[in-house]
T-cell receptor
Framework: ETGVTQSPTHLIKTRGQQVTLRCSSQSGHNTVSWYQQALGQGPQFIFQYYREEENGRGNFPPRFSGLQFPNYSSELNVNALELDDSALYLC????????????FGSGTRLTVV | QQQVKQSPQSLIVQKGGISIINCAYENTAFDYFPWYQQFPGKGPALLIAIRPDVSEKKEGRFTISFNKSAKQFSLHIMDSQPGDSATYFCAASREDDKIIFGKGTRLHILP
């Protein structure tokens, strides 16, 4: 049984650019959630996908968008990058739409310069 | 508005001692209270979780104490070991909703 894998592990982008982060969910998990973790802070909920539909969103602007594919893998897209977008982006999968049994990936460290 | 407040921000404990981290929440609709452990360069990993219908849950050296009337819960790590050095997050959620994390406690166990 594989866990949650995220790619890339590290990324450096310039302000104003666009970025796509990828997540492969754990086998058997149909729900993927994305979190942003700023340095020294707890993870903040961005949004959740359940069976390819967004079914929950946190307090993030529309330039944060996502997709979930039929195999339940997911992408997080961020447009018009800002310096404050620099953070660790975490993907978590779970076997149902409820947050129980979350398994987190190791994250993608995004640096915006 | 911070819905889950965690303290202390950092904690240093001697090997073999008891580490205690406290959290308070505001939303009485929360029905799931997990604790996560995060090592540098890794994502958070679920350590132990509790529902509000019980006052205590123990798994090995880790115990959650839950006080529903005070809207508080805490993590106790007995016989703390250097390998327990990590950042710990308390969290809370409602059924079918996102998990809300505290700001974290950086725990260091002295050898």
């Amino acid at each position: 049984e594989t866990g949650v894998t995220q790619s890339p592990t590290h990324l450096i982008k310039t302000r104003g650019q666009q970025v796509t982060l990828r997540c492969s969910s754990q086998s058997g998990h149909n729900t993927v959630s994305w979190y942003q973790q700023a340095l020294g802070q707890g993870p903040q909920f961005i949004f959740q996908y359940y069976r390819e539909e967004e079914n929950g969103r946190g307090n993030f602007p529309p330039r944060f968008s996502g997709l979930q594919f039929p195999n339940y893998s997911s992408e997080l897209n961020v447009n018009a990058l800002e310096l404050d977008d620099s953070a660790l982006y975490l993907c978590a999968s779970s076997p149902q739409s409820r947050p129980y049994g979350y398994t987190f990936g190791s994250g993608t460290r995004l640096t915006v310069v | 508005q911070q819905q889950v407040k965690q303290s202390p921000q950092s904690l240093i404990v001697q090997k073999g001692g008891i580490s205690i981290i406290n959290c308070a929440y505001e939303n009485t609709a929360f029905d799931y209270f997990p604790w996560y452990q995060q090592f540098p360069g890794k994502g958070p990993a679920l350590l132990i979780a509790i529902r509000p219908d019980v006052s205590e849950k123990k798994e090995g050296r880790f115990t959650i104490s839950f006080n529903k009337s005070a809207k508080q819960f805490s993590l106790h790590i007995m016989d703390s070991q250097p390998g327990d050095s990590a950042t710990y997050f308390c969290a809370a959620s409602r059924e079918d909703d996102k998990i809300i994390f505290g700001k974290g406690t950086r725990l260091h166990i002295l050898p």
